[in-house]
């Protein structure tokens, strides 16, 4: 199953009732997984493996290719080269994957039967407002639950009558007028299928009723699901932004429990939004590199404006791409560059907003009607402050995409100047704080961080973390703290400070360089997360690691990711000092 955000273990225990039963759930690097699979292939148990990625484990070959052997009514197999096991057949191997899109062989893909459970946008959205409604009006979340096993009941009996009048009709012998019983039967169903029926009736007005007092709370949801999806995407532009559906689902109760309060609804589903999208960007913000920073918010806001029906994805298209499709060599003004040109016959060619106008239509012409103004314009220090010719008050009056047509505007006639076009359309968007330099201290991060949630740096060139940590370490009375550095042969050292230091004293361990063990660190989520051993509620990991593309799934969706660069620009540089030295 490919099922990155953990919604298929559900299906699979209404599916099989004895998975509640019997604690089949494994990981595939499991040490002893022949002996973890003997009592469920003797016993027809269904077994969970979780985590798999692109390869599963040789041994598990036997089950997949049915390599089974009869002898009288018993099948055997051989797992691992060891004795034959007994079989039953009702037995199920399930195999879980948390890649989004792992690339199995199809070899694997021939011998399974792939399902996946990937969340979609709408599905997510229906999900967190059935959790939001739980948190903010449980009893109208509780009321909708009963109506809905009401109604499912009574339709079971409406069809279990129809059932049964069938089976009357069909064996009637003779007259039906002159069958007493039968006669009794259809007065008796008739009056109950009318009592059902009263039931569905109500039970419908009533889901309407609901249902009208649960849309109240939908923005709520629809932000919720627009932000996620922001987070998953940037997988593709670095490996290390991996979060999972769990991390974001703390931050979305995070925010509904510490936003304001509010008698009117419509109030409180604003203070909601607000926060939820505060705290998302606060914490997907520090574990990103800064050359990803103003990606991620631009995403951010493409997305919110194109959920609320401002934007298409056609626009988004033609900000990203602007003259690079076109081919235009018609150009008329011989002190624009050719690739201006085209930028600006792009602009003049697309229908902006969900009305469609072609609002630059006319852009090519009126640069010919006021060329001296355009060409100063053009050779403006700062073009995204200065007022556009002929244009301003037209861009001034959209209040919908106003501010999108004059980033793309600097974005296409003024490349140099486009990131700075992007801040000011966040901040005319957003607001101020998505665009003011952030810093967070490392008491913030504790606060957020627990025995089994490390943290996890993510280093850059000349940036050790070590120092705070440890100036950091002797407020909380933790100096000096336990040191591992990572490489050939430091595993045992690290575990045994984890389970021994970390578990048992509540120790601070800081590990170095885990892009050198990735083998040790596929097992962190398991040692972080041991089933026969208490864990100090005073222990604290610190992981320092550089960004490596083989680092595992697991740690990351687990771990508080921070970078450790320097901030970019004045402002924020002097914005850092002045927090460090005041904490």
């Excluded at 934007?311 to 791409?321: E, M, N, P």
């Excluded at 070590?466 to 100036?471: A, L, Q, R, W």
């Excluded at 660190?521 to 509620?537: D, G």
């Amino acid at each position: 199953m490919i099922d990155p955000q953990g919604q298929g273990l559900t299906w699979i225990k209404e599916r099989e009732p004895l998975m509640r039963q019997y604690d089949t759930v494994i990981t595939l690097n499991v040490p002893n997984l022949r002996d973890s699979m003997k009592m469920p292939l003797e016993n027809g148990y269904p077994v969970l493996i979780e985590s798999i990625e692109n390869e599963v484990d040789p041994l598990l070959d036997p089950i997949l290719e049915k390599q089974y052997t009869i002898k009288g009514k018993k099948k055997t197999l051989i797992l691992g080269g060891g004795e034959p096991l007994d079989f039953d057949d009702k037995f199920n191997l399930y195999m879980t994957s948390r890649l989004a899109n792992p690339h199995f062989s199809p070899e694997l893909a021939a011998k399974t039967t792939i399902i996946d459970f990937t969340v979609t946008q709408g599905g997510l959205e229906q999900q967190l407002l059935g959790r939001l409604i739980s948190f903010e009006q449980k009893s109208l979340e509780e009321t909708l639950t009963q109506l809905q096993e009401e109604v499912t009941a009574n339709t079971k009996v409406l069809t279990d009558l129809e059932n049964a009048l069938l089976e009357r009709l069909a064996n009637a012998q003779g007259s039906l007028l002159d069958d007493v019983e039968l006669i009794d039967v259809l007065a008796n169903i008739k009056l109950k299928s009318r009592e059902v029926n009263e039931k569905l009736t109500e039970a419908r007005e009533k889901t309407i009723e609901i249902g009208e007092k649960r849309e109240q709370f939908r923005p709520v949801a629809a932000r919720g699901s627009v932000l996620y999806f922001c987070i998953v995407e940037m997988i593709q532009i670095n490996w290390m932004y991996n979060t999972s559906l769990p991390q974001f689902l703390g931050l979305f109760y995070y925010s509904i429990s510490n936003s304001a309060k509010a008698q009117l609804v419509k109030d409180r589903v604003n203070n909601i939004i607000q926060a939820l999208t505060r705290k998302v960007y606060r914490y997907i913000n520090r574990g990103l590199f800064e050359r990803d920073k103003v990606t991620f918010k631009l995403m951010m806001t493409f997305k919110i404006l194109n959920k609320a029906g401002i934007l298409t994805s056609a626009d988004v298209g033609v900000f990203l791409k602007a003259g690079a499709g076109i081919d235009d060599r018609n150009k008329k003004y011989n002190w624009m560059d050719q690739k201006v040109w085209l930028n600006i016959v792009a602009l003049s060619k697309h229908k902006f907003g969900n009305d469609h106008s072609f609002f630059y239509k006319e852009l090519p012409e009126r640069i010919g009607r006021l060329e001296k103004e355009w060409k100063k314009f053009l050779d403006e220090n700062e073009p995204e402050n200065a007022i556009i010719p002929d244009f301003e008050e037209k861009i001034a009056a959209d209040q919908n995409i106003g501010h999108f047509l004059h980033m793309c505007l600097i974005r296409s006639v003024r490349e140099d100047r486009t990131v700075l076009a992007c801040n000011q359309f966040i901040k005319k968007t957003l607001g101020e704080y998505f665009t003011q330099p952030v810093t967070d201290q490392i008491v913030d991060i504790w606060e957020e961080s627990e025995p089994n949630k490390p943290v996890l740096y993510l280093l850059s060139a000349g940036a050790d973390p070590t120092n705070n940590i440890d100036e950091f370490a002797k407020k909380k009375k933790q100096f000096p703290t336990n040191k591992v550095s990572m490489g050939e042969e430091q595993e045992k050292p690290a575990e045994h400070a984890i389970v021994n230091a970390g578990f048992r004293d509540g120790k601070w361990l800081v590990l170095n360089n885990c892009h050198l063990s990735l083998d040790f660190m596929a097992k962190m989520e398991e040692i972080l997360n041991p089933k026969s051993k208490e864990v100090h509620e005073d222990f604290r990991l610190w992981i320092t690691c550089q960004e490596n593309p083989e680092f595992p799934l697991g740690l990351l969706q687990m771990a508080i990711k921070v970078t450790t660069e320097p901030p970019k620009g004045l402002q924020a540089g002097i914005a850092r000092t002045f927090s460090t030295v005041i904490n």
